[in-house]
């Protein structure tokens, strides 16, 4: 008999049952868990082989969620010690964190909407794409470069004190609360930006317009005008932030911030108690849920106004021509936010690269990055082979159940990767349990099959959306023409549907194969042996505090999350068109 231990660095191996330690002792590594329950426990039934095709997504977050349901006595009292304990450190952390960010985002996102979509500056075209940049950077990054440069031991404090002859600490611990508030804010706040830009630029135009020929001062116009418009963006771009925030492993991580992402990790790893991690993934994910709730309210709100009618009347709106300290107030606003972001970050990261370029292990980073590249091309193809049987399964028959799948499919990515951890590693413990000689347990962490299953949980919702929007753009007519000459099934999709749907289906592999790219919770647990990514790699060298290798694969997942940016920068100029 086989069972399933998995240490502190996050992987899984399987320890023979005769190995002779005494009863009841695990074997002498760090931090071991037992992932197989009893034997009474069964998995859930698999869904009706008729319906594979439409639940192929569904089926993953379902058993997300199942497996999350541990009742008992023993769940009950280790929820209760976890209420006396651990738990309200873990919520207030997590509340106080995202309190913080939300407002940050929020005043950093609105404020440069507002400033690129109701005012006229020099450079105000080059302002609204480098305003996305902070999209590449994984915040994960940004942390490690923050660290590096502003911490005790760090260039700008040595300079300060050998400069000035100060002594002591000169800057405020980055490794805290506020120093997570930060990166959190200058690498999100994009979210709160493109919507509240989308909503300014399609509805406020043209009434800031008509406001100020009936002679409403320009502090008046915002107020009662631009930001009552702009508020359901604001907070669907704010849940979105949150969202974010929560899934968050490796910036609360690195800063030793206890939050209920860290906990989960802290509860299987180290408290040997899968209980536990279970249940904390429950509370979790209950706030995400929520989250998703307001900020589907606030979706369904932004559409009290018909776009059309905005676009129109914005075609005779110009916005309002800056002059003076006004224009430099604009520069610096829009400014501030892609420095804090984007360019300082690379440029701390750029100093120890150069540092250590003789010493940095080129070999095992083509490697790594080959890793890397396998597990995002895999997952980015089957992810869109089921976004697309999902969005023609709608197309063809849009009943209740296809709809219902559709949705839960779509639920994935807001879903943070330690509860997806959770959700897919316990019901392997009860396979495994219940048919030892099976080797589930083999099949799905030593191999690849665990970690592109996660992927696909957390981000078939990516493919999904956007082969959704490319059959928005399909009439229905054309459906109906080709039945009418004989096409249908596999043969309407082939010879109608797919040339149509190249460049969203293509849109959808990259977007899915960046996001597999930075992807660092999962892929920490669930990553075969002797198989690390760029993302595990640069965590294990940071926290390591070997950041001048750390940066090389740093830098090179900013690379590659510069290519989404670009191809929604020029989306976005083209819709303005």
């Given amino acids: ?127 609204e794409w480098l305003l996305l940049l902070p999209l590449a950077m994984p915040a994960y990054v940004t942390a490690y470069a923050y660290t590096d440069f502003l911490q005790f031991s760090g260039p700008l404090q040595v300079w300060l004190r050998a400069t000035f002859g100060l002594e002591g600490r000169l800057l405020p611990e980055v490794r805290s609360l506020g120093g997570a508030v930060w990166v959190f804010i200058f690498s999100l706040y994009p979210y709160v930006y493109l919507l509240a830009r989308t909503a300014l630029g399609e509805r406020a135009a043209h009434l800031m317009e008509a406001a100020r020929l009936m002679g409403a ?126 360019f300082a970050p690379v440029a701390f990261m750029l100093r120890p690269l150069a540092a250590d370029w003789s010493v940095l292990p080129w070999e095992r980073f083509l490697d790594w990055a080959g890793n890397s590249v396998r597990l995002g091309a895999i997952t980015s193809l089957l992810a869109v082979a089921i976004a697309l049987a999902l969005a023609f399964a709608v197309r063809r028959r849009a009943d209740a ?46 191999t690849a099959t665990g970690i592109v299953w996660a992927y696909l949980v957390r981000f078939c919702a990516v493919a999904l959306q956007s082969v959704q929007s490319g059959y928005a753009r399909i009439p229905a007519s054309l459906d109906d023409s080709a039945r009418m000459l004989g096409a249908s099934g596999a043969g309407l999709m082939a010879r109608v549907h797919w040339p149509l749907l190249r460049r969203s289906t293509a849109a959808a592999a990259l977007l899915v194969f960046v996001d597999v790219m930075k992807e660092l919770p999962a892929t920490m647990v669930l990553r075969p042996f002797n198989s690390d990514t760029l993302a595990v790699v640069a965590y294990q060298l940071a926290r390591d505090e070997r950041l001048g290798e750390a940066a090389l694969p740093s830098l090179a997942l900013v690379a590659v999350g510069l290519v989404p940016v670009v191809l929604l920068s020029r989306t976005l100029r083209a819709g303005q068109r």
């Avoid at 009474?40 to 192929?56: E, I, K, L, Y």
């Fill in 401 to 446: 159940f296809t709809r219902g799948v559709v949705q839960l499919a779509s639920v994935g990515y807001a879903v943070p990767g330690a509860v997806i951890v959770v959700g897919l590693l316990l019901p392997v413990g009860w396979l495994q349990a219940a048919a030892p000689t099976l080797s589930v347990g083999a099949l799905v962490t030593a």
């Fill in 1 to 127: 008999m086989l069972r399933i231990r998995i240490c502190i660095s996050g992987r899984l191996y399987f320890q023979p049952a005769s190995w002779q330690g005494g009863a009841g002792v695990l074997p002498p590594v760090q931090s071991i868990a037992r992932l197989a329950p009893p034997i009474h426990r069964r998995p859930c039934p698999s869904p009706d082989p008729a319906c594979r095709r439409a639940v192929a997504a569904g089926a993953g977050r379902a058993r997300v969620v199942a497996a999350l349901g541990q009742g008992g006595a023993q769940a009950g009292a280790i929820l209760r010690e976890m209420a006396s304990t651990v738990l309200p450190g873990y919520l207030w952390t997590t509340l106080w964190l995202g309190l913080f960010v939300a407002l940050g985002a929020a005043a950093v996102g609105m404020a440069t909407a507002a400033a690129v979509t109701l005012f006229d500056f020099p450079g105000r075209r080059t302002m």
């Fill in 217 to 342: 001062p320009l502090a008046r116009r915002v107020r009662t005008v631009a930001l009552p418009l702009a508020r359901p963006a604001v907070a669907a771009g704010v849940a979105l932030v949150l969202m974010e925030t929560l899934a968050d492993f490796g910036v609360v991580s690195y800063f030793g911030i206890q939050t209920f992402t860290t906990g989960i990790y802290k509860a299987w790893l180290s408290m040997d108690n899968r209980l536990a991690a279970a249940q904390l993934a429950t509370i979790l994910l209950a706030l995400v849920l929520l989250l998703l709730k307001l900020e589907q309210r606030a979706q369904q709100r932004m559409r009290f106004a018909g776009t059309s009618a905005g676009r129109a009347g914005s075609a005779e709106a110009q916005p309002q021509r800056l002059a003076g300290w006004r224009c430099a107030a604009a520069w610096c606003l829009c400014l501030l936010p892609v420095l804090m972001g984007f």
